[in-house]
């Protein structure tokens, strides 16, 4: 298996434009997970979902963002409008939730808004 | 949620030196990740805990799980450059992390 697997690896963009990052999780795996990564607020979970449902989406910072799963191999996490504040490593990483196995994580995306 | 502190938040250390990492739990701990992150790149699992008192190691880092379940350790023997970046703990119960630790060691 490739492992998780992000796109882009890098986005930038302007001030209230909308972005979507995607992430294909590793097949068989039945939770995923977005982070956002920043020096200042550390490694935040945004959302998590188990089989296609979502969890726990109290991390999602406020209704600009939102993450959708149509199936159990692609997820996406969408920012609209974005704004500066919102530049940062967003990361996804999988799991088999319930099986005490670690979950993997992708490379992540840096955003960029400016 | 389970909140998770580290310390120290970063470290710097000569070559060849051991040095400690810890990690503490507001709660008690079901199972806890130790991840490690090279800068601009993906977290790398290095081990998971889950019963107290348990201690694991991969190649020369050793982490051990206290008996309480809220306070975990990470330990390098004989540290090497290859051992600097970013560690961080995970609960395994929801999937949050500590801040982190930067380690740097020194040639």
């Known amino acids: 298996d490739a492992g998780v697997i992000q796109s882009p690896r890098h986005e930038v963009t302007e001030m209230g434009q909308e972005v979507t990052l995607r992430c294909k999780p590793i097949?068989?795996?039945?939770?995923l997970f977005w982070y956002r990564q920043t020096m200042m607020r550390g490694l935040e979970l945004l959302i998590y979902f188990n089989n296609n449902v979502p969890i726990d989406d109290s991390g999602m910072p406020e209704d600009r963002f939102s993450a959708k799963m149509p199936n159990a191999s692609f997820s996406t996490l969408k920012i609209q409008p974005s704004e500066p504040r919102d530049s940062a490593v967003y990361f996804c990483a999988s799991s088999n939730r319930g099986g005490n196995t670690e979950a993997f994580f992708g490379q992540g995306t840096r955003l960029t808004v400016v | 949620s389970q909140e998770l502190e580290q310390s120290p938040q970063s470290l710097i250390v000569q070559e060849g030196k051991n040095l400690t990492i810890n990690c503490t739990s507001s709660k008690t701990l079901y199972g806890l990740y130790w991840y490690k992150q090279k800068y601009g790149e993906g977290l790398i699992f290095l081990m998971m805990?889950?019963?107290?008192?348990e201690e694991k190691s991969h190649e020369k880092i050793t982490a051990k799980l206290d008996e309480k379940k809220q306070q975990s350790s990470l330990h390098i023997t004989a540290s090497q450059p290859s051992h600097a970046g970013i560690y961080l703990c995970?609960?395994?119960?929801?999937?949050?992390f500590g801040a982190g630790t930067r380690l740097t060691v020194k040639p």
């Open positions: 097949s068989g795996h039945n939770s």
């Open positions: 805990l889950q019963k107290g008192g």
């Open positions: 995970g609960a395994e119960s929801d999937m949050r």
